[in-house]
């Protein structure tokens, strides 16, 4: 018996600029944009939201690109 693992829907970062990022869903729906900054010498992600038409919610700060893309899933 052959056991395969599910494939996750993760979503996808694409640059848009030099630390900005878009991230889709695998279908290709734009999901909300990352924004990499610097704070107090720390490298941080911020998450926003894009709800339509063209509105932007901040979610929040994470310590990881990878996470903030995550919580827009």
Aim: net charge positive.
């Amino acid at each position: 018996m052959t056991t395969t693992t599910p494939i996750l829907n993760r979503p996808e970062l694409r640059r848009v600029r030099e630390g900005y990022w878009r991230v889709t869903a695998p279908s290709g729906i734009v999901l909300g944009y990352v924004e990499e900054m610097e704070s107090e010498g720390v490298l941080r992600y911020r998450a926003t939201r894009l709800h339509p038409p063209l509105r932007l919610v901040p979610i929040g700060e994470f310590g990881g690109r990878d996470e903030a893309a995550e919580c827009l899933r």
